[in-house]
């Protein structure tokens, strides 16, 4: 593929399936929604069908038949929708977006972010200003980092090239399928391709292709 395309989100994610699909449809790149989710979830909340979703709190809108756990904290705003189970002392920290049929577990924490329809994020995991396309899996421990430790804006690694996001959090675009081995971190604007498999314990940043498998090499460099 052409650096162009492997950001694309429509090589990236299949937008019907996700109740945010409005807002990739006017977007060059697809973290340039990230920022956007906040305003989008108060917009369509109220307009959400009363037969099957409950406000349970100002701004926390829950499909009546989504699964939640009594020890999950939920923070608005937030759109939880049918057959999605929130387990466990989940927390879901505000302007998330979970799909159809989406498992959230464990001690999995989530802020600012969108995960499309039957995404799991299951064990011990952490899901910040990020994007999950359809069917996504994250193993046990696997994390989303989505600040550099300098704290200055996050720049797209495509090819030899580098796209500045202007965002100073941006987590990951992870793929429809993909899957992301236990203990992985993927670093702050990491682009994972569709059907890629990525290795546990592993540490990625850049963009991967689909349909790949990536057995990350330990290295050490020295600081700049």
Not at 1 to 15: R, S
Not at 89 to 111: D, H, L, M, P, Y
Not at 170 to 185: L, P, S
């Amino acid at each position: 593929m052409l650096p162009n395309e492997l950001i694309n989100f429509k090589n990236l994610l299949d937008i019907s399936q996700t109740l945010s699909s409005e807002l990739f449809l006017h977007t060059q790149f697809p973290w340039e929604v990230i920022p956007k989710i906040k305003e989008y979830i108060l917009k369509i909340g109220s307009q959400l069908p009363k037969n099957e979703y409950k406000e349970s709190k100002p701004g926390i809108w829950i499909a009546k038949n989504a699964e939640v756990f009594e020890s999950a904290y939920i923070s608005a705003p937030t759109i939880i929708q049918g057959g999605s189970q929130i387990r466990h002392c989940a927390f879901i920290r505000g302007s998330v977006i979970i799909g159809e049929n989406v498992v959230v577990g464990n001690s999995t924490e989530i802020k600012n972010s969108i995960l499309f329809n039957n995404v799991q994020v299951p064990h011990f995991n952490y899901i910040g200003d990020s994007i999950l396309g359809y069917k996504a899996h994250m193993g046990a421990g696997a994390i989303i980092s989505n600040v550099k430790s300098d704290k200055s804006n996050i720049q797209v690694k495509v090819k030899n090239a580098k796209i500045n996001t202007y965002l100073r959090k941006f987590g990951a675009i992870v793929g429809d399928y993909a899957e992301i081995g236990c203990n992985t971190v993927l670093n702050p604007g990491s682009i994972i391709g569709r059907n890629t498999t990525i290795y546990p314990n592993s540490m990625v940043r850049g963009t991967i292709e689909e349909n790949k498998i990536i057995k990350n090499p330990f290295e050490i460099v020295p600081k700049q």
